[in-house]
């Protein structure tokens, strides 16, 4: 049985975590910075709705698993001369799903400043813990006093996040009596691609049982990969990409400094590297590996290895013994061969002891042994030990950088000892992981602004109570809202929402379709990837390094947006 309003789910006493107070003269002057708002979202608006939509993939499949919210068409905040009934009430719940991005504070204040200014007398419920919140019933009622501490500051501690998801029966009925006990007109769901496509379910759920809660979607992500047209880019990409970027630039004036260190930097995106593309057009490494590139030419281990040392060979002939590398986190993912050993190895040692004379190993495939055997010896035993509690191997914990690094030293004097290459320098390599440094920093002024718009935009979708399509009497929909034209002055950015099931798919598990929205990857006849693959070359051999420092809030380089997004809406050469 769902724990009652009465015992919040066993939360503790309302108070806020933080204290102003004791904030450093940039955290408090971040307290008091104003936001500036699209025109659309301070004037009177309408909703202009826009073709029925379809489906990123298999729109037969979408349509069976969302028939109540399939083919909703997206949704248009434009300029109107009367505003919307204020007279309403609104009781709404946010929650924050997943992993932290820069700027979720702000979308929560956004939402309360919207729901003040235009709905007054609102609530607004902050589940705590993620959707764990939600099922429990814990939550907290935020107001300006609590809310305050939290404007332009960095991480999720306001609610805190949770990686919950709500999906079985049961729990999708403490959901719906969560929703009933508070009385909720709506739930905003701060999350990535898994926790909105959950969210869409949670929607269509309350849809078909004929509940009043509407469900709107925000795209937060560091790794940059939930977008599509509507929504360009998702929030908390552009701070992350900018702490990476002060750090990398760092290590590469030590590079320089000390003239012998080779520094292989991985950095966050499991799925795709949109990180480790926009910090390498930020700073100009050496090399970058771009996974989706090591895919499409199929590229092994060896030929990443190879290109490696080929740049460190020709960089000493130049006199050139350092240098910078980046790396995504999910480069292993990327690589066939890889993922081919890695299943075989989970099948095998599902059954086999692993023992001393190595017998088990003729159970490999001819391809998968020589990929073992090529690998160095302390990856060979990571492999072999690092099991998750259902026997697997734990790719996630594979230090890339760290395995890069021993195989290029293996293949360098393996050139040497063969007499295939005259290398006369001396290799040193030193490894980083760039990741949750990034997670949580002050947002950018883009960031800040981007996310309070965000918020004002989800109150504004759910006190029209529609898409257009759908009554507010007893309706529920789904929308990630949108804010767009982001190369503009933030005054022409453009506002609505856009159908969550248009940008699904499906994925066969155990025997079924589940909906998934595609995640967005590096594409490699896109803008900001012909960008770096036409400098590269270049800058493999030369050092035009760049450093540059930390974020800026004031001043000519302040509001300055990441090279990805001014590359992709076609405002950047």
């Known amino acids: 049985m769902s724990p009652s309003i009465d015992a919040n789910g066993g939360a503790s006493a309302r108070n806020s975590g933080r204290f102003a107070g004791v904030y450093s003269e940039v955290q408090t002057s971040r307290l008091n910075h104003s936001l500036p708002l699209p025109s659309v979202l301070k004037s009177p608006f309408k909703i202009v709705e826009g ?20 083919g909703q068409p997206s949704a248009m905040l434009v300029p109107s001369e009367s505003a919307l009934p204020s007279d309403q009430k609104l009781k709404i719940g946010v929650v924050l799903s997943g992993g932290q991005a820069p700027g979720g504070h702000n979308v929560i204040s956004g939402i309360f400043d919207y729901l003040q200014n235009h709905v007054k007398g609102s609530t607004l419920y902050g589940f705590k813990g993620g959707p764990a919140g939600i099922m429990k019933c814990k939550y907290v009622e935020l107001d300006s006093e609590f809310i305050y501490p939290y404007r332009n500051q960095g991480g999720f501690d306001m609610i805190c996040s949770g990686r919950d998801k709500i999906e079985t029966p049961e729990q999708f009925k403490q959901a719906e009596e969560t929703a009933v006990k508070l009385d909720l007109d709506g739930l905003f769901v701060i999350g990535g691609d898994d926790s909105n496509t959950n969210a869409c379910l949670l929607a269509e759920n309350f849809r078909g049982k004929n509940m009043k809660v509407r469900v709107i979607g925000c795209p937060k992500t560091i790794d940059g990969d939930l977008k599509c047209k509507e929504v360009p880019t998702s929030f908390g990409f552009d701070t992350a990409c900018k702490i990476y970027a002060e750090m990398i630039g760092n290590v590469m004036i030590d590079a320089r400094s000390t003239g012998k260190y080779y520094h292989f930097v991985r950095l966050m995106g499991r799925a795709a590297s949109h990180i480790t593309l926009e910090c390498a057009l930020q700073t100009h490494p050496n090399i970058t590996i771009i996974g989706e590139e090591v895919a499409a030419k199929k590229l092994t281990l060896k030929n990443v290895t190879d290109y490696i040392v080929d740049v460190v060979c020709k960089r000493a002939e130049l006199g050139y013994n350092y240098g910078v590398i980046l790396i995504p986190e999910g480069l292993i993912d990327f690589i066939p ?15 086999e002891i692993v023992d001393d004379a190595g017998l088990w190993k003729k159970k490999l495939t001819n391809q998968s042994l020589q990929l073992f055997e090529f690998l160095p010896p302390a990856i060979q035993e990571q492999l072999m030990l690092e099991r998750d509690p259902h026997g697997n191997v734990q790719v996630a914990k594979i230090e890339t950088e760290k395995m890069l690094i021993q195989m290029v030293e293996t293949e360098l004097e393996k050139r040497k000892s063969e007499g295939t290459y005259k290398y006369e320098g ?21 960031d800040a602004t981007y ?19 759908i009554s507010s009497v007893g309706s529920s929909f789904h929308l990630i809202i949108f804010v767009g034209n982001l190369a503009a002055p933030v005054e022409e950015w453009t506002v609505g929402g856009t159908a969550l099931t248009s940008l699904m798919d499906v994925e066969r598990r155990h025997g079924k379709f589940k909906p998934v929205i595609k995640k967005a990857m590096v594409e490699l006849d896109g803008a900001p990837f012909k960008k770096f693959a036409s400098v590269r070359d270049e800058w493999a051999l030369k050092n035009q390094y760049i450093s540059p420092g930390p974020i800026q809030f004031n001043g000519p380089a302040s509001d300055a947006v990441n090279h990805t997004l001014l590359l992709e809406l076609g405002a950047h050469a």
């Not at 001396?426 to 883009?446: A, D, I, V």
């Not at 918020?455 to 109570?465: D, E, R, T, V």
């Open 451 to 469: 996310c309070y718009a965000l918020g004002f935009a989800a109150g504004a979708l759910l006190q029209s109570g529609k898409t257009g399509l």
């Open 426 to 446: 001396h290799f040193k390599g030193q490894s980083h992981f760039f990741g949750y440094e990034g997670r949580c920093g002050l947002p950018t002024n883009f």
């Open 51 to 70: 073709p029925p939509s379809s489906a990123a993939g298999n729109p037969g499949e979408i349509a069976k698993l969302f028939p109540n919210l399939f």
């Open 337 to 351: 061969e890889v993922q081919h050993l890695i299943a075989e190895l989970n099948e095998i040692l599902a059954h």
